[in-house]
């Protein structure tokens, strides 16, 4: 499904999207679709998939200790991929990975893994804007959508550039740093979401991490929230992961009505 198909959906719904962050391969490969179809089922619009990189510089602790469990239980690319093409899920896929592993894969070869496997869209926080031109070409050609980040520090220069040439959603960045959860949001999103200039949805991540954090998103203006660090800690602990993962989820998308 095209995120774009989601976004149209839930509008007739006049409802905001949720967007459920994992990590492929944590704890291990096989249990990653029972992770996905849980989020899935308790509500989660959208599942953004992590390609585990030994060098996540955008991700804070959670994340970067699931990506080593991911790495260290097998998780790689081909891994990834056919992990991805057996899920059995009717929301749209998205791609979290870092560019190194688009370059030794070679870019067009990556994206067409991509669009085989059923991902809709790509995430790659450490590629710069003026350097994307050609991965931007060839995901319009597989029917990719590029989703880049704004965060508070962008100035409106860039913010403008940054929305000509996104596609799907806008990823903004609740707060500067890492990802992971925090106990308050920023009250400066609301301004940053006014100031984007574009009619894409516009989707607020990094912190956010219950249903309160969801609601002052949505009455801020966000079309979409995205939530990682929360269940990865929930994964991370083993207890009851399943059952906590779908009790969080459905919560989180009430927060979205």
Do not use: W
Not at 22 to 40: E, R
Not at 81 to 89: A, D, H, N, R
Not at 113 to 129: F, N, Q, T, V
């Amino acid at each position: 499904m095209r995120i774009s198909q989601k976004f149209e959906e839930l509008k007739d719904k006049n409802e905001k999207a949720l967007i459920a962050y994992v990590c492929a391969g944590d704890p291990d490969t096989a249990t990653t679709p029972s992770i996905v179809n849980a989020l899935v089922e308790a509500g989660a619009d959208i599942i953004e998939l992590g390609l585990p990189f030994s060098d996540p510089v955008a991700d804070g602790p959670t994340i970067q200790a699931a990506t080593c469990r991911a790495i260290e239980a097998g998780m790689n690319t081909e891994r990834y991929f056919e992990m991805i093409k057996g899920l059995e899920v009717n929301v749209p896929l998205v791609c979290m990975t870092y560019y190194n592993l688009i370059y030794r894969h070679g870019s067009e070869n990556f994206v067409k893994r991509c669009a085989e496997a059923g991902i809709s869209g790509l995430i790659i926080p450490d590629l710069p804007l003026h350097e994307a031109d050609e991965l931007i070409e060839i995901c319009k050609e597989e029917g990719i959508d590029n989703i880049f980040l704004v965060a508070p520090n962008t100035s409106d220069q860039r913010l403008d550039a940054i929305s000509s040439k996104s596609s799907g959603f806008i990823y903004v960045v609740s707060k500067l740093g890492v990802t992971g959860e925090g106990k308050n949001i920023s009250s400066n999103v609301a301004g940053l979401l006014d100031k984007i200039n574009s009619t894409l949805p516009k989707a607020v991540g990094f912190g956010i991490s219950n249903r309160k954090h969801v609601e002052e998103m949505v009455a801020a203006g966000a079309d979409a929230v995205i939530v990682g660090s929360a269940l990865v800690n929930i994964i991370a602990s083993k207890d009851d992961v399943i059952p906590r993962l779908k009790e969080i989820t459905k919560d989180l998308k009430e927060g979205c009505r």
